[in-house]
């Protein structure tokens, strides 16, 4: 079931009302069939993926808590992170390292292929168990408590708004929410509303038709002259932004017309002065949960090595930042580039703050941010391009420049995207909130959000719904 479709807002509207004349100790019980029945939308089998996570977290939880010997929590610790992160490097990973040791084999004649499994990759699973595995994991850590109510943990690691593609959030922040008394607040449905509207104008305006021009360009990329590649490249990376940054604001509403605040996601990434912050303002779940879980605790476990020991942590950690996104060279290229600039900016902070104070600040901010945006520009090649051999064609014809017919035309395309992507990210800044309209007026409010759906709602009736990009992952 897409955000961007009559199904889901049909969905929501039936779902929402139903939920607040429910008394309170059945609220929670029929969110969480409401978010069963909503990824079953998509396939029911996998249901059980969803049921067997959480209960494996909730009793593994439970015993690591119990426990009062340390050998006993890092046991019923690994028997969970086992069982999950086996379950999604079967469905994710298994075949890419069968085509990778089969490649290898190959030289010397041998063959894997028979070892190969047709397996569907399920939906939203790198987001949900990545979500679950913090549940142990901070019971783990005495950061949390287990829950007393196996229905709570059941809708924390399926809760329909954010279960595709996150937020990923930490159960310290949800359960307690769940515990809580949820009225209908006007305020709340308000800003819930709002989020929605720039949420699905951001994803279908802006995302759905740079994604067409996007998927058209890189599906057969020797076909297309430099500056269409150009204009592919550019508009993947505001599709990605607007697609991404959208579904949040879509799934942040929805959550916050249930009562339950997620985090935001995004923080205009693409102003940023450096690589390192981008990854702090650009899908902020995951960049928190990568450093929380898997960067601190290896910075730590190697910090007798010195400056190696940053550096060696951030690349290690960015290259499974890459195979997160999925499961192909591409992916891990993807990780290495941003783990490698990572690592020049940690090791040049002199550097470049000398070098900062030797150019007019205005001018040096303005040139961090483009270089920025053009390095990430340049990593999402990889990111979209379906092989690494595609990579090469996209750069080969583009540095063997052939201008192409529509140059005009296209620079203008280019040109309008930035400007009204780059727009909404200023008025979010000026206002200092994802849901700047409520800023406004009242009328001006009602009114604005009465055109934007004048616009996205003809757009959904006359062309079928885009997935989301990061449903892939």
Known sequence: MLFNSFTYLSFILVVIPVFYLLPSKLKNPFLLICSYLFYAYWDWRFCSLLAVTTLTVYLCGKYIFESKEQNKKKFFLYISLIINLGI???????NFFIDSFNSAFSVFGGNLDWLHINLILPIGISFYTFQALTYVLDIYRGESEP??????????????PQILAGPIERARNILPQLKNERRFELSQFKEGFVLITLGMFKKVIIGDTAGKIVNQIFAEPSYYASIELIMGIILFTIQIYADFSGYTN???????????????????????????????????SLSTYIRDYVFIPLSISTRNWGKFSVAFSLFFTFILVGLWHGAGWTYIIFGALNGSV???????????????????????DRLCMLMVFIFFTFALIFFKSASVNDVFII????FSWHEGEFFGRIILIILSYLFISFFLDLLEIRYKTHAFLLKFSTPSMIGISFALWLVIIP??????????????F
């Open 88 to 94: 999604l490097g079967l469905f994710k990973y298994y």
């Open 147 to 160: 829950s007393d109510s196996i229905i709570d943990v059941a809708l924390f690691v399926s809760f329909f």
């Open 250 to 284: 879509i799934a942040r509403g929805t959550a916050k017309m249930f009562g339950i605040n997620i985090m935001e996601n995004f923080e205009q990434p693409y102003f940023s002065q450096s690589v390192t912050e981008l990854w702090r303002r650009w899908h902020i």
């Open 342 to 364: 990572l690592v020049y900016e940690a090791l040049s902070r002199k550097f470049r703050k000398k070098l900062s104070q030797k150019i007019p600040a205005v001018l040096y």
């Open 395 to 398: 750069l080969g014809r583009i």
């Open 459 to 472: 757009y959904i009736l006359q062309s079928s719904p885009m997935p989301f990009v990061y449903f892939q």
